[in-house]
Nanobody
Framework: VQLQASGGGLVQPGGSLRLSCGAS????????IGWFRQAPGKERDWVGCIYSGIGRTDYADSVKGRFTVSRDDRKNTVYLQMNNLKSDDTAVYYCAADACSHFDWQYSIWGQGTLVTVSS
């Protein structure tokens, strides 16, 4: 499977944005998918993830209550809904498979990222 994150852009603080992680080459239904982000000059951080099947989710404390990961396996897409965005959320966002874990080394497939800029 190949992954591609999309949907990034410029948004004002307090605004919302929805990112998509699309798949090609294979269906996403059997994969757990994680979201990571990397701000300029900083290390890559885990944001959240969703398991396959029942779709249980997990989130980093920094985004809990503001971000939601969901999936639509019929559309081969996983989403990251981001609400109440802050300037600290500015980063390149990546989706990855096949784990639901804080640790990036547990993911074997990475998509190209999409840039989210939160600024007034």
């Amino acid at each position: 499977v190949q992954l591609q994150a999309s949907g990034g852009g410029l948004v004002q603080p307090g605004g919302s944005l929805r990112l998509s992680c699309g798949a090609s080459g294979s269906g996403l239904s059997g994969y757990a998918i994680g979201w990571f982000r990397q701000a300029p000059g900083k290390e890559r951080d885990w944001v959240g993830c969703i398991y396959s099947g029942i779709g249980r989710t997990d989130y980093a404390d920094s985004v809990k209550g503001r971000f939601t990961v969901s999936r639509d396996d019929r559309k081969n897409t996983v989403y990251l809904q981001m609400n109440n965005l802050k300037s600290d959320d500015t980063a390149v966002y990546y989706c990855a498979a096949d784990a639901c874990s804080h640790f990036d080394w547990q993911y074997s497939i990475w998509g190209q990222g999409t840039l989210v800029t939160v600024s007034s």
